[in-house]
């Protein structure tokens, strides 16, 4: 193991502690996915629909062990791309893990942006059609264009105030909601009841349901990200990443036993804003009518600008290392953004939202789904990375994860990713695309530059 590897050695100042480390994590797994995707999980097993969000949370802990051991024993700022290149060396492979994780934001951005819209209107107290809705997305989405054309930066005090927003918003759905069933106002026979679709067995249905609420427990992966600004990241992170995973495990199926105690699983799944239905006939004397959608809007506004700024910057550093065109690697002369790959970024999300929202599938429910086919797979590859990367030690001290759970994890997302769970095919056919341009890019590149394979380094995608 070479000096440039220990955990002293970092560019970028360690200023996160335990507590502020813990907010980012919470903050970054909470917002759009129960805030929009509840009703969904619910039409797939009816009241039971705390059931795959807590299958979900167990997937996802079994990943966050091999992503201990990972983000550990290489403290760096470059996740899921730099493990799978130490593992296996092989660039084309990087590359595709690195715009996969790409992808993945521009499909939540685009799921956030939905939310967003929906709620909007509610909180406008207008009943809008599908059509209004996705051109309510669309004008949201070339709003976060221009902040992120402005030069907008995520501070960590940024992050506690929406962390916070967030928080309160499903805390309200709690206190009400368990307010509200001791107040007699509940059907509690609905929360351990499961009713699927006729062409689904209760098996698939379960399935089905946590592959799309999956999408509601990433964001964990974020904080490896973090690993270079975080004193002492071999002791503070294991514990701190998998408090984090809990306390949103619990929030979650608290919040989906409220909604399906107090609302029929056929007016949840038909509603875009299902919480918002929930504190409505929680608390019908109280303006939540007005109150909830809002928090809601800033829980998923702020997942929506993250995910494109962190888009951009993946797609301008990819073009800064000749893997992808150079038009891509633009600066702009004033702000100092990258004004070519936000512009082909929010291009890239203005088509999903269309296309999704243009088939006959639920757009909210297909865009999330795709966000965790996407990281699903990547999350397959990092689960196997940590057994390749056991023929590599280190000097410091590093969380082990039990090579079990990460056999285990790799299987479960692998199983996750393939049609054996019911997805909706849209959600291939998005991914697909989208890889494919990918592919397609990188052959572009490789015939102008008439190089050999272009080599992607993920520890440097940052760099200016």
């Given amino acids: 193991m070479s000096n440039e590897d220990s955990l002293d050695h970092t560019p970028l100042k360690r200023v996160m502690g335990p507590k502020l480390l813990l907010l980012f994590i919470i903050g970054d797994i909470l917002g759009t996915g129960i805030y929009a995707l509840t009703g969904q999980v619910a039409a797939e097993v009816g009241g039971a629909a705390w059931a795959p969000f807590l299958v979900a949370f167990i997937v996802a802990l079994l990943t966050a062990f091999s992503y201990l051991e990972l983000v550990t024993k290489y403290p760096r700022a470059a996740g899921a791309a730099l493990y799978v290149h130490k593992a296996f060396g092989v660039h084309f492979l990087t590359f595709i893990v690195c715009f996969t994780v790409m992808c993945s934001g521009l499909t ?37 264009m221009i902040v992120n054309f402005r030069g907008a930066s995520e501070s960590v005090k940024a992050n506690v105030v929406l962390t916070l927003v967030e928080l309160s918003g499903l805390l309200l759905v709690i206190v009400l909601g368990f307010y509200a069933m001791a107040g007699g106002q509940a059907d509690f026979s609905r929360v351990v009841a499961f009713e699927t679709p006729e062409n689904k067995s209760v098996f698939l249905a379960v399935t089905s349901a946590t592959a799309l609420a999956f999408f509601a427990m990433v964001g964990f992966e974020d904080s490896v990200n973090m690993a270079e600004e975080v004193h002492e990241p071999h002791r503070i992170f294991p514990k701190v990443m998998l408090t984090g995973l809990g306390i949103t495990a619990v929030i979650y199926v608290l919040v ?29 004397d109280l303006p939540m009518g007005t109150i ?41 002369t004033r702000t100092r953004t990258p004004w070519s790959a936000i512009l082909f970024t929010t291009a890239l999300a203005l088509g999903l939202i269309l296309l999704v929202s243009a088939s006959n599938s639920k757009a909210i429910s297909a865009l999330g789904g795709t966000t965790a086919l996407l990281l699903l797979g990547v999350f397959a590859f990092v689960n196997v990375a940590v057994l390749v990367l056991r023929r590599d030690p280190v000097k410091h001290q590093h969380f082990r994860a039990n090579t079990v759970l990460s056999c285990l994890g790799a299987a479960a997302c692998l199983f996750l990713v393939t049609p054996l769970t019911g997805r909706d095919p849209i959600q291939y056919q998005v991914a697909g695309w989208l890889l494919a341009l990918g592919v397609v890019m990188w052959g572009i ?16 995608l940052g760099d200016e």
């Fill in 108 to 144: 939540s951005a685009a799921t956030a942006s939905r939310a967003f819209s929906a709620n909007l209107f509610v909180a406008m107290g207008m009943d809008a059609d599908p059509v209004l809705v996705t051109m309510g997305a669309l004008g949201f989405m070339l709003l976060v």
């Fill in 445 to 460: 590149t490789l015939l102008v530059h008439r190089k050999p394979v272009p080599h992607l380094d993920p520890e440097h």
């Fill in 292 to 332: 909830m959608p809002i928090i809601s809007m800033f829980a998923v506004a702020n997942s929506a600008l993250i995910n494109m700024m962190m888009a951009s910057r993946l797609l301008y550093g990819m073009s800064r290392q000749g893997v992808l065109p150079k038009f891509l690697a633009a600066v702009h």
């Fill in 256 to 284: 989906s036993i409220c909604a399906v105690a107090l609302i029929p699983v056929g007016e949840l799944a038909a509603s875009s804003t299902p919480l918002v239905l929930v504190v409505q006939r929680a608390a019908p």
